[in-house]
């Protein structure tokens, strides 16, 4: 089992960036495909970005390409969320995740075995 911990939500203003954060516990992270997800008040979640175990296979949602950045340290147990160029509609909590049974990622929520707490991200001036 693993654990995840984000952290770096704030409040940014349109144009601006942010940079999650998630941390992992136990020692097997490195078998895991990773993603991002959020979810906006009164909407579904959706998927944001996702990383397999090697870093060698990435996908981004259509919204979120060319302005988000994902990328792992399996050496730190951890997997970033680099967002630039941030939009009032990215405001939603952001949800790490973890899955173990494949080796790249997918855009399926109920794919992903482990989630985190979230942290609220807000773009607003």
């Known amino acids: 089992q693993v654990q995840l911990v984000e952290s770096g939500g704030g409040l940014a203003q349109p144009g601006g960036s942010l940079r999650l954060s998630c941390a992992a516990s136990?020692?097997?992270?490195?078998?895991?495909?990773m993603g991002w997800f959020r979810q906006a008040p009164g909407k579904e979640r959706e998927f944001v970005a996702g990383?397999?175990?090697?870093?060698?296979?990435?996908l981004y949602a259509d919204s979120v390409k060319g302005r988000f950045t994902i990328s792992r340290d399996n050496a730190k147990n951890s997997v970033d969320l680099q967002m630039n160029s941030l939009k009032p509609e990215d405001t939603a909590v952001y949800y790490c995740?973890?899955?173990?049974?494949?080796?790249?990622?997918?855009?399926?929520?109920?794919?992903?075995?482990?989630w985190g707490q979230g942290t609220q991200v807000t773009v607003s001036s």
């Open positions: 995740a973890a899955d173990p049974a494949r080796t790249v990622p997918t855009t399926l929520g109920y794919a992903y075995a482990y």
């Open positions: 990383i397999s175990r090697t870093s060698g296979n990435i």
């Open positions: 136990g020692r097997t992270f490195s078998r895991y495909a």
